[in-house]
T-cell receptor, first 118, second 115 residues
């Protein structure tokens, strides 16, 4: 149980285009999802907290107009990288916190999306 | 906000030996401390966690200890095996609702178990 699916796993795009990444909780409802960015051989850097039905909370230094987050349902959050540029190339990972009877705080991670902007 | 420091950044051990990774945190309100293992190109996987109401927790070859007074916690892997090679991340969080279950991660430790 507690499976998080992230799609796509790898995307290559041209500079200036937008890319949408989906994060789905497959067997549980997630009122809260998180989006991280991970540089090679580095730690996970929290970009934003996504709450179902409300606006995302962005970490300091993360451009909300650049990284659009939508959490339209209890099982889906999307991250759209708008007008992508080579410096946006990175590994993006989502996670979800399960509600209900599961222990709180535990974050279940998606497999990540490797974005390469040419 | 919370700050988590993790040491060492790399750790090489001989198969069968023990590995110890240490983390310190800054926010005394933190009360949940998970450890994640991330293999190359894969998702982080929760391997063990501890809450502030206990000082130690063990699961087979893995154990975690917590010292709330000193604000540090450690991961211990005994009888290491090649499949233990990965990057390990510690993290800290609080149950306080306003904090939104955010995890603050340490910088990671790259563990290499040599056969």
């Amino acid at each position: 149980g507690a499976v998080v699916s992230q799609h796509p796993s790898w995307v290559i795009c041209k500079s200036g285009t937008s890319v949408k990444i989906e994060c789905r909780s497959l067997d549980f409802q997630a009122t809260t999802m998180f989006w991280y960015r991970q540089f090679p051989k580095k730690s996970l850097m929290l970009m934003a907290t996504s709450n179902e039905g409300s606006k995302a909370t962005y970490e300091q230094g993360v451009e909300k107009d650049k990284f659009l987050i939508n959490h339209a349902s209890l099982t889906l959050s999307t991250l759209t990288v708008t007008s992508a540029h080579p410096e946006d190339s990175s590994f993006y990972i989502c996670s979800a916190v399960a509600g209900g009877v599961r222990p709180k705080n535990i974050q279940y991670f998606g497999a990540g999306t490797r974005l390469s902007v040419l | 906000g919370e700050n988590v420091e993790q040491h060492p950044s790399t750790l090489s051990v001989q198969e069968g030996d023990s590995a110890v990774i240490k983390c310190t945190y800054s926010d005394s309100a933190s009360n949940y401390f998970p450890w994640y293992k991330q293999e190359l190109g894969k998702r982080p996987q929760l391997i063990i966690d501890i809450r502030s109401n206990v000082g130690e927790k063990k699961d087979q070859r893995i154990a975690v200890t917590l010292n709330k007074t000193a604000k540090h916690f450690s991961l211990h892997i005994t009888e290491t095996q090649p499949e233990d090679s990965a990057v390990y991340f510690c993290a800290a969080s609080t149950d306080v609702k306003a904090a939104g279950n955010k995890l603050t991660f340490g910088g990671g430790t790259r563990v290499l178990v040599k056969p």
